[in-house]
């Protein structure tokens, strides 16, 4: 398999294989995890640049990267030949007593990476939302207060710490009582929905008065940090305007807060940049990343300005913060074979490329499709189709049947934002036009 395929429907997805497991899977794992009915979903078992084929033998074209964690491709055989190596010699370490030299080799190279001149340092960590715990705890010793201003639509991780500061009561309700108490919300930059009816440029980033507004108000004598994803992803892929983060850096400037950039989904070339905020000019005090750092293998890590991180004291033999993977060997040799795949193939430069021509294609078939595509957005190969009805509220039922059936076509889309009727694509960068053109015409298909 090249990962250079189209998608290929042998038997109509799910296939009998794929409903056998998941009949399997439904007598043993918790009824929350996976959303199963007649059309969904299939199970894969083998991946190949920005191809996954399933247990019944369809190929598809992904343009979902997993949300966003493929980057350079699934199974990218440098990857696997970095873990293959890594495991054998040493599968796992003691991270935080004992650690090993691909540790450092990777915390050197993130700090190398990381927006910002000066030094920086590192807490590595499993997956997103540790991430985002490591920068609001590093905020709460650096500035002393505990308030994290966060925004509406915001995806960070579902751990009590990032759940907090992650918007949607879908997701909190449940556990309110249970939550820290210590966020602050108040309006994204979603230009679409825009929560003042202005319109961008001419309202010059005037819903930032909210932040203004938070900061003068209660709570913000509390407030220490801002958390903000530059392109919030989960949330629809709504791209913030550049000016609007370097109005919010700004206002962190002259109140003395700390700008964390949660890019657990835009980082390390997603949107043609290695990171989302660079495209603004913007540095943040603390970075967060995962997703797409080591194209598969569960790794994170929070990057931040050494005065910055400083504030955490010394080990003196027990780390306040830590965990049992942090600077897990396998995972520090998948991270680096994959930043240095990015480098190699110049697939930052290849997002930017290919991402124009995806930008082209999109816009095309919105004129195409008329009204119901209420709205794309993006950059590089992060992008969001807002699916609408007649009077522009969000069509979630309409995205619903894109998915199925771009699926039946051989293509895998997911539906994002609060209303599930956001189109998500952010395939692995190197997926190439052929398949860009043959996912977006499965889209144009089930749309028409
Ligand atoms: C911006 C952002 N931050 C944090 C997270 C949480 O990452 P994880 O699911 O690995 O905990 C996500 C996951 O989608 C994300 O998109």
Redesign the pocket.
Known sequence: MTGEELGRIVVEPPGPRSRELMKRLRAVESSNITFSSDEFPVFFDRGAGANLIDVDGNTYVDLTAA??VASTGHSNPAVVEAVASQAQSLLHGIGDVHPNEVKVALAEKLCALAPGDGAKRVILS???????ESAIKTAALATGKPGVLCFTG??????YG?LEVTDRDFFRAPFQRQLGNFATRVPYAYCYRCPLELTYPSCETACLSYVEEAMDGPAGDSIGAVIV?PI???GGDVDAPDDWLLDLREICDRRKLLLIA?????GFGRTGRWFACEHSGVVPDLL?V??GMASGF?I?ACIGRAEVMDAWPASAGEAIHTSTFLGHPTGCAAALASIAQIESLGLVERAATMGAQLEAMLKEAAEEVGPAIGHVRGRGLMWGVELVKDDEQPDGDSAARVVTHALRCGVVVLAGGPASNVLSLSPPLVITREQLEFGVDAIMDALA
Do not use: I, M, W
């Open positions: 949300f966003g499993s997956t997103g939302a540790e991430a985002v915001a995806y960070h991780g579902l751990t990032a994803e919030q992803g989960r949660d890019e657990v989904y835009s967060c995962g997703k569960p994170s």
